[in-house]
């Protein structure tokens, strides 16, 4: 009796659970029929999502170039080399961490031996997967790395991670840095980022399948969009210019221990810009590209705008330049303010030409005052008529806002008249000064400064930038030739006459102007420059020099002549004696051939190895890693040795070495 209502208790249990495992199963197979059949294009679509990508393949920033062809400017593969360090087994660490140390510490951009020691050790005691080593090396110094101490072993037994990408790099390196600018997360600034539309090209998009080790391969695809290169850009920098134009000024601020400079060199004819140097201080003191000085500093141009005061008595004629002024001992009052000239005692009575030539303030001051001071407008509207109180308008942007006062406005004084006429209580940035000494060089012809010559497309030139004349004449023939007389007179016998040459002519006017004069709990500061043409006889360049706030002397002709006279004499060594109508059809056509960027040549898909020998480096550097080779190289300047030779048959990934020399 116990036996058979144990049996049936049992047989009840069994039943009951295999009931439920009916049941379970019964649900299992409806929830996979309700997922095929309901929900089963979503899980599809998610699972595909997981292992297949639509990924962007960035397509190949464009080069810079001198106008020459010297790079300035290009896209190279750099790596960012990490470290898992809990793929390393603990005797291999440990013998080994302290050399690795001593390796990394020989990269470039390293720190110490004894910094890598410490990281390493504290962060292999937190089981860092992810340990940053360094940032940005170049191919050949990768090479080197992987034969490291522990990063010998690889990837699974040695820990290395390496991140390949594409920077941007200056082969120049501090040339022209602020002119060539750049286009990232710091914003669109210079020639990189005013051109960036050209530069930037159009990316492209392919499908990528995951594959071991969470690597991504390409998939065939008939929607796969290829990248498309950006467009080079061709600039007016000649680096030779801006090489000397450099050092002449860095010397110059150096020497007087100034806070910052500018010096630009504008061809007179065509306006475009051979070189720009900005120079400012570093919190250290060290001197870098820090600011466009040159393009946005908006301040008093002092003795400089003496020019544009005479030029605007000339045009209206009420004086010429043999007319006669008391230079009063060199002081005079004017509305409880003192004029004073640089030449205790003054300069006696002098003709308007001398005035300029010694740069008298107080002979300007009389001149101007004497047939403008009931009438300042008439003096400000010529001043407006030359379009002085307007931008340029440059390509690069950041240009300071010029100010020129008008009577009408409330700041406007009795003092103000005479200020002008020596350049105070007005604006102007170093571009819009030269601008207009270029255009009195320039026979009166005023062109916009310009940046960029040509843009090129695989070799093809896409667009030419040519001369942009803003005024074709800003003033009389007899005027314009009464202002080269005084310019060349400064030279000869005035404030620049121990700067002249005997082997060419140079005209130009210095400045002094006091800065921040209203402080009175410092001492004077002072802001020198020089700005003219040369050489006279055969007008090729127009220059100005700044150097804000020296020490130990503060006289234009003093801080910026001798960084004016030393570009002018180099240019006219170097340049070509030709004909002006000669120079500016050469230049028009300079550097925007296939001939002078040969290595363009290179077809998108490589079946052979190409003739690149007497290439520029860097830039066939650049090529051939983009098209999937890898390159290792020796030395810098051009290419004289190359392996495989020219017509092996090569494929992607293909090892390249080359020896570079200059």
């Known amino acids: 009796m116990i036996v058979g209502f144990e049996k049936t208790k049992i047989l009840g249990r069994f039943y009951l659970f295999s009931a439920f495992l009916l049941c379970f199963g019964a649900a299992i197979w409806l929830q996979m029929i309700y997922i ?156 990189e980022g005013v051109y960036g539309y050209y530069l930037r090209g159009r990316d492209g998009r392919r499908l990528e399948q995951r594959i071991a080790q969470g690597r991504w391969k390409p998939l065939g695809d008939s929607d796969e969009i290829e990248p498309e290169d950006g467009a080079d850009v061709v600039t007016t920098i000649d680096l030779d210019i801006q090489n000397i134009a450099h050092h002449a000024l860095l010397e110059a601020v150096e020497k007087f221990r100034a806070d910052h400079g500018c010096a630009v060199v504008m061809e007179v004819k065509t306006g475009e810009i051979k070189a720009m140097v900005n120079l400012g201080r570093a919190a250290d003191g060290s001197l870098y590209e820090k600011r466009n000085y040159a393009v946005f500093e908006s301040a008093e141009p002092g003795s400089l705008f003496k020019l544009m005061s005479l030029m605007v008595a000339l045009e209206d ?135 960029v010559k040509a843009i090129s497309r695989g070799g093809k030139v896409e667009r030419v930038f040519g001369p942009e ?42 400045g002094t102007v006091q ?12 802001r020198a420059s020089l700005c003219g043409y040369f050489p006279a006889e055969h007008l090729r360049y127009s220059c100005i020099v700044v150097v804000h706030k020296p020490q130990g002397g503060h006289y234009g002709a003093q801080v910026a002549g001798p960084v004016f006279k030393r570009i002018a004499h180099y240019l006219y060594a170097h ?23 040969p290595y363009r040549k290179l077809s998108a898909h490589l079946n052979e190895m190409p003739n690149v020998l007497n290439a520029p480096g860097m830039q066939i550097v650049s090529q051939l890693e983009n098209r999937g080779l890898k390159v290792t190289y020796r030395g810098v300047g051009k290419v004289v040795a190359q392996y495989p030779k020219a017509g092996t048959p090569i494929s992607p990934h293909s090892a390249i070495r080359l020896r570079l020399q200059s």
């Open 36 to 191: 095929s059949v309901y929900r089963g294009a979503a899980y599809k679509k998610m699972a595909a999502s997981s292992a297949i990508r639509n990924a962007v393949v960035p397509a190949k920033r464009g080069n810079i170039y001198t106008e020459k062809g010297d790079l300035m400017a290009v896209t190279l593969s750099a790596y960012d080399i990490r470290i898992d360090l809990k793929a390393v087994d603990r005797d291999l660490f440990d013998r080994n961490y302290e050399a690795l140390a001593d390796s990394l510490a020989a990269l470039p951009h390293s720190q110490t031996a004894a910094y890598y020691r410490k990281l390493l050790l504290s962060n292999r005691r937190k089981g860092n997967r992810y340990l940053l080593l360094n940032r940005n090396l170049t191919y050949p110094d990768y090479m080197r790395l992987q034969a490291f101490p522990i990063l010998n072993h690889g990837r699974f037994k040695g820990g290395l991670i390496a991140v390949r990408k594409l920077v941007r790099v200056n082969p120049m390196g501090v040339l022209a840095a602020r002119t060539i600018g750049f286009d990232d997360y710091r914003g669109r600034v210079g020639i």
């Open 317 to 451: 004629r009420v004086i010429d330049t043999t007319t006669q002024v008391d230079t009063q001992g060199g002081v005079m009052r004017y509305y409880g303010n003192y004029i004073r000239d640089a030449r205790p005692g003054g300069y006696g009575v002098i003709s308007a030409k001398r005035v300029f030539e010694v740069s008298s303030n107080v002979g300007m001051a009389k001149l101007i005052l004497k047939h403008y001071k009931d009438h300042p407008e008439r003096f400000v509207d010529r001043l407006y008529k030359w379009r002085l109180n307007e931008k340029l308008h440059l390509a690069i942007p950041g240009e300071g806002e010029p100010r020129i006062p008008n009577p009408n406005d409330p700041s406007w004084s009795g003092i103000a008249l005479p200020w002008m006429a020596y350049g105070y209580g007005l604006r102007l940035t170093p571009l819009q000064i030269l601008s207009f000494y270029n255009a009195v060089a320039n026979d009166g012809e005023l062109v916009k400064p310009r940046f």
């Open 469 to 510: 004349i803003l005024n074709p004449a800003i003033c009389s023939e007899e005027t314009l030739g009464k202002a080269q007389d005084m310019l060349k007179g400064v030279f000869v016998d005035g404030t620049a006459k121990h700067l002249r040459s005997d082997a060419f002519t140079m005209a130009g006017k210095t």
């Open 515 to 526: 800065v921040e004069y209203w402080r009175k709990d410092q001492p004077l500061q002072y």
């Open 575 to 597: 340049t070509p004696k030709v004909d002006a109508q000669a120079r500016q059809t050469a230049v028009a056509t300079q550097g925007l051939t296939e001939k002078r960027f």
